[in-house]
């Protein structure tokens, strides 16, 4: 009987299509491409709220975890119209801590430390903290980000 309980295992593990889901040695600029899909689309999505850079970061089929929600690019879109007609002149600055940034097959897998400073007339009006993660994947048109999710840890 033991023989049959590892069998199938052993076909599992030695099944030819597991091979996109081991770690890959990433190179600096696969690394870079990284830093830089996250920076930039907090910069110019979060922060700039321009809508017609979605795009440029993410997948059309995009989704983020936040706080136990699911967003689209749809919902981003509404979240970045809301926050225009409130025309709060605040300045938001993102500042990424990587925690770590790892390649699976034709993936990136990222998770760090998202702070923001929100600055109104030049004085610091608030601060968020988040723990986040986020997969990109190489697309026809590039690195895009497929999804993230993103923890609220607070304004410490």
């Known amino acids: 009987m033991k023989h049959f309980v590892f069998l199938p295992f052993f ?4 099944d030819g299509n597991q091979s996109s889901k081991v770690q890959e040695k990433i190179t600096p600029e696969e690394i870079q491409i990284a830093k830089n899909l996250i920076q930039g689309s907090f910069d110019d999505i979060w922060a700039g709220f321009d809508s017609t850079k979605i795009l440029n970061y993410h997948t059309e089929d995009f989704i983020i975890l936040e706080n136990g929600e699911v967003w689209d690019n749809e919902r981003i ?3 970045m119209r809301k926050k225009i007609k409130e025309n ?5 600055i993102n500042k990424m801590d990587y925690i770590s940034i790892e390649k699976f097959g034709p993936s990136i897998q990222l998770a760090y430390h998202n702070s923001a400073d929100f600055i109104h007339a030049d004085t610091l009006a608030g601060k968020g903290r988040w723990l986040e993660s ?3 994947i190489e697309t026809p048109d590039g690195w895009r980000l497929k999804m993230m999710h993103s923890t ?5």
């Open 11 to 14: 076909i599992i593990a030695c």
């Open 77 to 79: 879109k509404a979240f």
């Open 88 to 92: 709060r002149d605040v300045n938001r």
């Open 134 to 136: 986020a997969t990109a």
């Open 152 to 156: 609220w840890v607070g304004n410490k």
